[in-house]
């Protein structure tokens, strides 16, 4: 039996979690158990989304020698779209660590640490305050 060969990274963004396998093949996509022709389908038309996804693979030049297996949840599209893109990241790594200093220079591999402020009691949201009245 032949032995699947597949490389695996998890990328967050958000509340949004991408568990991303590639397998050698030639580009198809399938997210959460769904085959997709391109990655736009599954986000809804975005293609800035699309090409910011899909960026680690443009980069590395290994655009369509792979076949994407991911599992998404939480989130929304946006957020979800910055998780596949991380996890694509590490998964490449694991194909290949020479890609490292591309991925590293075009800011690749870093996690966006930036999550939704929680909203304050006695405020409207987390910073919008009630208008001040002097008098």
């Known amino acids: 039996m032949a032995e699947l060969i597949e490389y695996y990274g998890t990328g967050r963004r ?3 979690v991408a568990r991303v396998h590639l ?5 198809k996509i ?3 158990g769904k085959e997709y022709k391109s990655l736009v389908e599954y986000l809804r038309g975005n293609e800035v989304w699309e090409i910011e996804a899909l960026k680690p693979l443009t980069v590395t030049s290994t655009n ?3 076949d994407l297996v991911i599992r998404v949840n939480g989130g929304g599209l946006s957020g979800q ?3 596949i893109r ?3 990241a590490r998964a490449l790594l694991s194909y290949d660590e020479s890609f490292r200093p591309i991925l590293k220079k075009e800011g690749l591999l870093t996690r966006d640490p930036r999550e939704v402020e929680r909203k304050k009691y006695g405020l ?3 910073r919008k305050r009630a208008q001040f009245s002097k008098r």
């Open 86 to 88: 991380l996890g694509i």
């Open 64 to 66: 369509g020698q792979f």
């Open 124 to 126: 409207r949201k987390a």
């Open 30 to 32: 399938k997210i959460n």
């Open 23 to 27: 397998r050698p093949g030639n580009g």
């Open 14 to 16: 958000k509340t949004a």
């Open 81 to 83: 779209a910055g998780a």
